[in-house]
């Protein structure tokens, strides 16, 4: 053994502890070397989902509460056009009655010339009526 490891042959090795290896002692550092490095990564890639599921849960929310205030929105807005529609309907009545009401009026005014007429008309019967007398 003229090396620290060295090979026996027929896949035997003796690594620096002087111990009996199946695997080359450089292949099995290698091996360990790269399992710890997929470790890392699998941990990498866990914390990476963990952020990422945070961010989907966290958007999921934030797109709920703006559909619900897009609801409210649109609840809002309906609301605005019923009530203008109201008013609307509301003033066309009042302007309908307006009209009625003028029409009453002169009506009235109407009315009132022809009684004060008649009333002009007897009170001057009644004078000539007691002047004969």
Known sequence: MEEDTGSLGNGLFIDELCKLRVLDPEVATQ?????????????????????????????????????????????????LKSIAKERETKKQQLLAL???K?????RLNTQYESLLKVEADQNEFIEQFIMQK
């Open 98 to 100: 307006i009209t009625e």
């Open 31 to 79: 091996t360990q070397q790269l399992n710890g490095e997929c470790k890392e990564f699998v941990d990498k890639i866990n914390e990476f989902q963990r952020i990422v599921g945070g961010f989907i849960s966290m958007v999921s929310d934030l797109a709920k509460q703006v559909d619900n205030e897009k609801m409210k929105a649109i609840g809002c807005r309906n609301l």
């Open 102 to 106: 003028k029409m009453q009026l002169e």
